[in-house]
């Protein structure tokens, strides 16, 4: 038996097709859509992250703006460009790329953002209104990877009521998150948040009907500690060096093998990443289009 796997670009691009209508029925109401990105630093792989979103708002229609910080700038400058993304009226949402270098306070800076301008869902009143909104009936921008998760286990018809989900890991933007949202009514899952102080990770996990791994730590979910037929999700990613080709390569949470057991798993990469970028820019359209109602 090999799992189905859960494809998140096909699925990110039927995505992108519905958002393509909205865009332009916004455009038609004179509504601009524009996303914009602060970029500290020269991380490569945050380089990577941000050019794909531009690339992906230019798909759909969205305008994208890009501010890139050099890795020298301080605290002040960027609380003041995070001052000037909340004021232009071009940028209707923004995210600012993590992690910031070293030295700069992350959540200190997320406070600041405009919580109606948030499109990663990551302004505490936001994920306050992740919390508060137990059934779902708080319209607010919802963190991009966890909500690419459910979207992509809903097209694919994997049942999420009353299944036990195990996350691992416990981060601001995947795990912690995630937990609040599976337990909502409506999904209503039984979610275990696991970490690294977890006692019998491998226990844990096997009794999961759906297994999320965002820990970063590569092939640490190994086939023998799932349950033949669950849905595993592979979020973590991390670049190693590949000895025989000498390049970089991304390499997942999950091991190989898990594939011969799980009955669906998303790959990484071109499973939830693909998802995320989907999701910031359903955020984008979504907060565009509640301005629009007002
Ligand atoms: N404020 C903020 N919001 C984020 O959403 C955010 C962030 N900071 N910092 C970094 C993480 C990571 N992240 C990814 C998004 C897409 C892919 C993605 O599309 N990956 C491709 C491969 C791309 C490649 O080759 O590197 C794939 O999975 O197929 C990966 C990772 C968003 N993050």
Redesign the pocket.
């Known amino acids: 038996m090999t799992a189905i796997t859960l494809d998140?670009v096909t699925t990110a691009s039927a995505i992108k097709a519905e958002l393509v209508d909205r865009v332009a029925i916004l455009r038609s109401n004179g509504v601009v859509p524009g996303l914009a990105t602060l970029l500290v630093g020269s991380d490569p792989g945050?380089q990577?992250?941000v050019a794909?979103k531009h690339r992906d708002c230019a798909e759909v229609g969205i305008e994208s703006i890009r501010i890139d910080l050099p890795g020298s700038a301080t605290s002040a400058d960027v609380r003041a460009a995070i001052k000037d993304l909340n004021s232009r009226r071009d940028v209707t949402g923004y995210?600012?790329?993590?992690p910031l270098p070293v030295g700069h306070n992350e959540n200190a800076m997320l406070e600041l953002i405009d919580p109606s301008k948030d499109a990663?869902g990551?302004h505490p009143t936001n994920l306050g209104r992740l919390v508060l909104g137990i059934e779902g009936e708080l319209r607010s921008p919802l963190p991009?990877?966890p909500a690419g998760i459910v979207e992509l286990l809903r097209r694919y018809d994997v049942p999420i009521v009353g299944q036990r989900v195990v996350v691992v890991g416990r981060g601001l933007?995947v795990g912690r998150p995630l937990g609040l949202l599976f337990t909502r009514k409506g999904l209503d899952a039984t979610v275990t948040l696991t970490h690294s102080r977890t006692v019998d990770l491998a226990g844990e996990v096997r009794r999961a009907d759906i297994v999320v791994a965002a820990v970063g730590v590569p092939h640490l979910i190994q086939a023998d500690w799932i349950k033949p037929g669950a849905a595993v999700l592979d979020v973590g990613?991390t670049r190693v060096h590949d000895e025989v080709t000498g390049k970089g390569r991304?390499t997942g949470d999950v091991h190989p093998d898990v594939a011969s057991v799980a009955g669906h798993l998303s790959p990484?990469?071109?499973?939830v990443?693909?998802m995320?970028?989907a999701m910031?820019l359903s955020n984008v359209v979504k907060a565009a289009e509640q301005s629009l109602r007002l």
């Open positions: 998140g945050s990577t992250y794909g995210i600012i790329q993590l990663d990551l991009c990877t933007t990613i991304l990484n990469p071109r499973g990443g693909p995320t970028r910031l």
